[in-house]
């Protein structure tokens, strides 16, 4: 894994992991904002549901396992995935590609525990809250979604990854999954569910995790008055092989992966001239909502020599990758064509 | 006694020891006010999450405020020296530093 940082840990997974189409949890991303949660005690772990309720419920890890499993195999990025690519360059994680995977989680929908509880007719946007201990005055972690989303059928409460327990990283012993939505939508080490009449103020979610409603000049200042906050993905490829300044035979394999958060990936393509012309790749069988496509493309060079291979996802809204991110201050949502550059040899 | 067995504690230890180790080598490059800036950053965070940044001084100077609001003990005789520091070692045309990586990186 590739660290970027180890206090707060954030790991990133190598490219060469985008081949599988399930991500192995040691391989999947890593995303801390805080110090993870140090001590607690399984059997007195509670998650708390309050707020615009009927009924406030506390619930153990044994009343979540007992209730109804669902499963959602689903593509979880964060949202300052690319961030690195950004210019000019913006603070943060400087993530390149591998702030992404493809797991899938297992537990109680959201939905059946809010119904449990006895939804309010006040009750609008649903808050998350984790047990990351936070630093000096740094403010919580703590997040919200709207009602609608907390009421899909797909939005759970995690207590399992690709069939087993949550590790300490991924969120254990609970952590909201989100799909379709950005990374930091899915609270880990979730203890507290609050629903409310409003979207939670915190800085988690304004300023931070929200893109300008107009096109910014990149550099320029953006008015957080005149910004909205990020929920699903964009439309998104990366090339995973070969990769950047790699140098290959005149036969190349190029392979990638690519999602569209609540969309569905209808093609992607190649192109080899600087996008004058582009040939479509071959998408792999396996496929899933919320899931990205893994795809495939065998180019035969023409001569030795340097190269830029490029890849363009489109999906099923007709949404199609831009030459260039939208640049915004926090490097969010960055979706540009991907590029490599390789060296062909004879 | 957490509930994380024992064989997940000790995978999860081995990381977190192979990741410090890592990054722990990885300090602040030289400077007039470099212990000020390392004592006051890492207390919280560590140094690999400052080194990667490619900023203007303007956004240094933003960064730096904003970890003081959040609880950074920076002297406030110290704040200019602070963003002088950060521009002039971390600019927008330094080239990245080397990736830090741990465990196998598998081959195709």
């Known amino acids: ?30 995303r801390n904002h805080m110090h993870e949660p140090s001590t607690w005690e399984a059997a007195e772990w509670r998650l708390n549901i309050g707020g615009e309720v009927q009924n406030q419920l506390s619930l153990s890890l044994v009343d979540l396992g007992k209730m109804a499993p669902h499963t959602v195999t689903n593509t979880l990025e964060c949202a300052g995935n690319g961030r690195a690519f950004q210019i000019p360059k913006v603070p943060g994680v400087q993530w390149q590609r591998g702030a992404v995977g493809t797991a899938r989680f297992q537990g109680a929908r959201l939905r059946d525990l809010l119904l449990r509880a ?49 590790t300490r990283h991924h969120g254990y012993p609970a952590r909201a999954l989100v799909p379709g939505w950005i990374g930091a939508a899915s609270c880990k080490w979730l203890t507290e569910i609050q629903v409310s009449d409003k979207e939670y103020e915190g800085n988690f979610m304004k300023p931070g995790y929200r893109m300008p409603n107009e096109i910014i000049v990149p550099g320029g200042e953006v008015n ?9 993905l964009g439309v998104k490829s990366v090339i995973a092989q070969p990769t950047d300044n790699s140098s290959s035979s005149r036969e190349v394999t190029i392979r990638g992966a690519a999602w569209a958060g609540e969309a569905n990936i209808t093609r992607v393509d190649i192109s080899i001239d600087s996008g004058r012309s582009w040939r479509p790749a071959r998408l792999a069988a396996e496929r899933a909502r919320y899931c990205w496509r893994l795809w495939e493309y065998v180019w ?18 007709g949404r199609t990758q831009p030459q260039t991110a939208a640049w915004n201050p926090s490097g969010y949502l960055y979706n540009a064509i991907d590029q490599v550059k390789i060296h062909v040899h004879s | ?13 081995c990381l ?16 007039r006010i470099q212990a000020k800036v390392q004592t006051a950053c890492t207390e ?22 904003k970890m003081i609001k959040w609880g ?37």
Not at chain 1, 224 to 229: D, I, K, M, R
Not at chain 1, 300 to 305: C, E, I, L, Y
């Open chain 1, 118 to 166: 006895g939804l309010k007719s006040g009750g609008k946007h649903v808050t998350f809250r984790g047990l990351d201990e936070v630093p000096g005055k740094v403010p919580p972690f703590v997040r919200s979604v709207p009602i609608e989303k907390a009421m899909h059928e797909d939005t759970l409460i995690a207590l399992r990854m690709n069939g087993a327990p949550l």
């Open chain 1, 224 to 232: 957080p008055e005149n910004t909205h906050s990020i929920t699903s």
């Open chain 1, 300 to 317: 035969q060079a023409p001569s030795a020599g340097e190269y830029t291979i490029m890849s363009r996802a489109t999906d099923d809204q």
């Open chain 2, 72 to 108: 950074a003990l920076v002297d406030p005789s110290d704040r200019a020296a602070f963003v002088e520091y950060l521009s002039a070692s971390f600019p927008p045309n330094k080239p990245p530093d080397p990736t830090v990586r741990i465990g196998r990186s598998k081959t195709r």
């Open chain 2, 1 to 13: 006694m957490s509930t994380l067995r024992s064989g997940r504690v000790a995978l999860l230890l």
């Open chain 1, 1 to 30: 894994m590739i660290v970027r940082s180890a206090r707060f840990l954030d790991l990133e997974m190598p490219q060469s992991y985008f081949g599988s189409w399930l991500t192995s949890v040691p391989h999947f991303f890593v």
């Open chain 2, 44 to 65: 919280c965070h560590d140094a690999s999450i400052i080194r990667q940044q490619r900023l203007s001084e303007k956004s240094w100077t933003k960064e730096v405020d």
């Open chain 2, 16 to 31: 977190n020891a192979a990741v410090v180790g890592h990054a722990q080598s990885l300090d602040l490059p030289a400077g």
